[in-house]
């Protein structure tokens, strides 16, 4: 059974930092974990994805050069650094696993597995 758990949201200044962290169990082979948020009002983007074997990565452009994902695999856990965070990137963030996601230019579509999300909110 696949799980998920993201940590690590809360309130940051314009300008601050959060890492959150998605740990995931239950599979037993590669997969790919993907970050993903959503606002009020508007529809769920993706941001990053990283796989868990070659550690090759993706980003939306809105968070290139200040989000970067990463994994330990030891711990089967994958985190996001954001940096220079902006008020619009306030959202709740989730994050998604599949065995085939995080590939090529459709890298953020066909995650089968969901965490539950946390709420990143940067405001001052």
């Known amino acids: 059974q696949v799980q998920l758990v993201e940590s690590g949201g809360g309130l940051v200044q314009p300008g601050g930092s959060l890492r959150l962290s998605c740990a995931a169990s239950g599979f037993t082979l590669d997969y790919a974990i993907g970050w993903f948020r959503q606002a009020p009002g508007k529809e769920r983007e993706g941001v990053s994805c990283i796989r868990r074997r070659d550690g090759s990565t993706y980003y939306a452009d809105s968070v290139k050069g200040r989000f970067t994902i990463s994994r330990d695999n030891a711990k089967n856990t994958v985190y996001l650094q954001m940096n220079s965070l902006k008020p619009e990137d306030t959202a709740v963030y989730y994050c998604?696993?599949?065995?085939?996601?995080?590939?090529?230019?459709?890298?953020?579509?066909?995650?089968?597995?969901w965490g539950q999300g946390t709420q990143v909110t940067v405001s001052s």
């Open positions: 998604a696993a599949d065995p085939l996601a995080c590939s090529g230019s459709s890298w953020y579509l066909f995650y089968d597995y």
